[in-house]
């Protein structure tokens, strides 16, 4: 499939037809941009599925990837957008062929296929037609899935039922997903909380009010952008090494250049929310999020040891409050200071279908195994629990793991 080419083929749907088009790159469906996060909002979806947060994605992570980006339409209406590549993972002698989502991993975030609930069952018939046709594959993986998503059961369901398949297996993440549920008004978000965690919030805050001045505010100069950032990264940096960690943007390969690149974009769109909590004109704290709708996505955060968080994340849910957020993405991982702030744990679900044809099966399971395998061994022993203790020892996380997560 060459750049910016496309196969298409029809399905039959009683009177009417779904056209189902597959560009092998984002310039060629550049047009489709507007229309496609259009969908994605109609839909529920988030930040994570739109054109310029896939399209910065695969320009950093896309290498020695086939991209497939399944558009399906009804009556000339977008109704399902599915940002795919595939590639081929070899482990010695074994190898998988793997069909997955743009955005599935090199980071903590989560993915998702955009589709009209109405055109599920259609639209994964006519992927599965398309990848049984046009492409050798042994798993297709749908994942790591928002505990928000409301398609994992439908999906699941419609996977099982065609002919192309032999097994789909859900598999949860035991790192889960953090959510905060805003109401309108942050007296009514203190009332979800503890006495206690009440109490420590105003203490925190009044110790802050000893100094000169203290202010919140976001940044709105796209000028700005850059030292912004540089200040955020340090403080988070910072933050994490003084707890014996290496910090995100050492961890995450190339992740400073991708979220650079990525805030830029969505800045011109108006969704990122990056703010700074200064006091005596210094930058002490700063979070890093999005938003799209009532959702927004609270990716990482950094400060001084001057300040405690509890402040700074308040003051940012009082901003996103004031602009429509009702439902905060905290990310994937379990922290016990989200949760005493009020955060639920949601289930992260991914789907694996195999396919029924020739030898499938066993690759697929064969990978399977290997990647729980070094999870286990290596990232929740290794690089989770021995390497902090032994600093000179600790090192980027490895692409084999970041690729090989299910």
């Given at each position: ?5 496309w196969?298409?083929?029809s399905?039959g749907m ?17 047009e489709?941009?507007?229309?496609w996060?259009?969908?994605v909002?109609r ?11 896939c ?13 497939q980006?399944?558009?399906l ?22 190898a ?9 991993d ?25 990848l049984?046709?046009h492409?050798?594959?042994d ?10 998503y409301?398609q994992v ?39 979800t909380l503890?006495k206690?965690e ?7 805050r ?15 100069d ?9 200040v955020?990264i ?5 933050h994490?090494r003084?707890?014996?960690?290496l910090?995100h943007?050492h961890?995450?390969?190339r ?16 969704r ?9 004109d ?10 799209l ?10 400060r001084?040891?001057?300040?405690g ?5 308040c003051?940012?849910v ?5 602009l429509?957020?009702?439902q ?5 991982g379990l ?5 005493r702030l ?6 992260v679900?991914s ?17 399977r195994?290997?990647s729980?395998a ?20 600790q ?5 084999m ?6």
């Amino acid at each position: 499939m060459g750049n910016g080419s496309w196969v298409e083929h029809s399905i039959g749907m009683k009177s009417d037809a779904m056209e189902h088009k597959v560009y092998a790159s984002f310039a060629g469906v550049e047009e489709v941009r507007a229309e496609w996060d259009a969908l994605v909002e109609r839909v529920g979806g988030d930040i994570f599925s739109t054109y310029d947060w896939c399209r910065t994605w695969w320009r950093h992570y896309g290498q020695r990837r086939l991209l497939q980006i399944h558009l399906l339409r009804e009556r000339d209406q977008l109704v399902a957008v599915l940002p795919l590549f595939w590639e081929k993972q070899e482990f010695g002698v074994f190898a998988v062929r793997l069909v997955r989502l743009v955005g599935c991993d090199h980071s903590l975030t989560t993915c998702s296929p955009v589709i009209h609930p109405d055109r599920l069952s259609l639209t994964v018939s006519a992927l599965i037609e398309y990848l049984d046709r046009h492409c050798r594959w042994d798993l297709l993986h749908l994942g790591p899935l928002p505990g928000y998503y409301g398609q994992v059961s439908g999906l699941v369901n419609a996977l099982r039922g065609l002919r192309q398949i032999k097994s789909v297996e859900l598999t949860m993440d035991h790192r889960g997903q953090m959510v905060f549920d805003l109401p309108s008004t942050f007296d009514a978000y203190l009332a979800t909380l503890t006495k206690r965690e009440r109490s420590n919030i105003r203490r925190e805050r009044r110790d802050l009010s000893r100094s000169k001045s203290v202010s919140h505010g976001m940044l709105s100069d796209p000028e700005e952008l850059g030292s912004a950032l540089g200040v955020f990264i340090s403080l988070h940096q910072t933050h994490w090494r003084q707890k014996g960690n290496l910090g995100h943007f050492h961890d995450w390969p190339r992740s400073e250049e991708f979220h650079r690149e990525v805030a830029a974009h969505q800045m011109k769109l108006d969704r990122l929310v990056l703010t700074q909590l200064r006091v005596d004109d210094r930058v002490l704290a700063s979070e890093y999020c999005y938003r799209l709708g009532d959702r927004a996505h609270w990716i990482l955060d950094g400060r001084s040891r001057e300040v405690g968080g509890r402040t700074p994340f308040c003051e940012m849910v009082k901003l996103l409050m004031y602009l429509g957020v009702r439902q905060l993405d905290a990310s994937r991982g379990l922290y016990e200071y989200k949760r005493r702030l009020g955060a639920r744990v949601l289930p992260v679900h991914s789907i694996l279908a195999t396919a029924h044809s020739g030898l499938a099966a066993f690759p697929a399971r064969f990978f399977r195994l290997w990647s729980r395998a070094l999870d286990m061994a290596y990232y929740r022993l290794w690089f989770s629990r021995l390497a902090p203790r032994v600093p000179y020892l600790q090192c980027p996380l490895w692409p084999m793991w970041i690729k090989s997560r299910v």
